[in-house]
């Protein structure tokens, strides 16, 4: 399984990105698809989560403004972030497990200036 990961960058606060995550994945509708972060000194944190039905669950720090979504057709997943803040400079990994295992991307930095 890999994982690919893009889209992040230098944005002011206010300001949106989407990430994007593509998977080589036989089934990919199967599986549920996951976005970490990870800040500077500090733990990777469980951002978004949407299942193969399509349902979504995130974290209370990104509530309403972050929306992730997946393409089932492109294997891919999206995070769309808006109204980002500095507290959400991070490196952002996208996540899927298969068979107990974990599978990671290589991780996208996205930096948030005040």
């Known amino acids: 399984v890999q994982l690919q990961a893009s889209g992040g960058g230098l944005v002011q606060a206010g300001g949106s990105l989407r990430l994007s995550c593509a998977a080589s994945?036989?089934?990919?509708?199967?599986?549920?698809m996951r976005w970490y972060r990870q800040a500077p000194g500090k733990q990777r944190e469980l951002v978004a989560v949407?299942?193969?039905?399509?349902?979504?669950n995130y974290a209370d720090s990104v509530k309403g403004r972050f929306t992730i979504s997946r393409d089932n057709a492109k294997n891919t997943v999206y995070l769309r972030m808006n109204s980002l803040k500095p507290e959400d400079t991070a490196v952002y990994y996208c996540?899927?497990?298969?068979?107990?295992?974990?599978?990671w991307g290589q991780g996208t930095l996205v930096t948030v200036s005040s």
């Open positions: 996540n899927t497990q298969q068979r107990g295992t974990d599978y």
């Open positions: 994945l036989s089934i990919f509708s199967l599986y549920t």
């Open positions: 949407i299942g193969s039905s399509g349902s979504t």
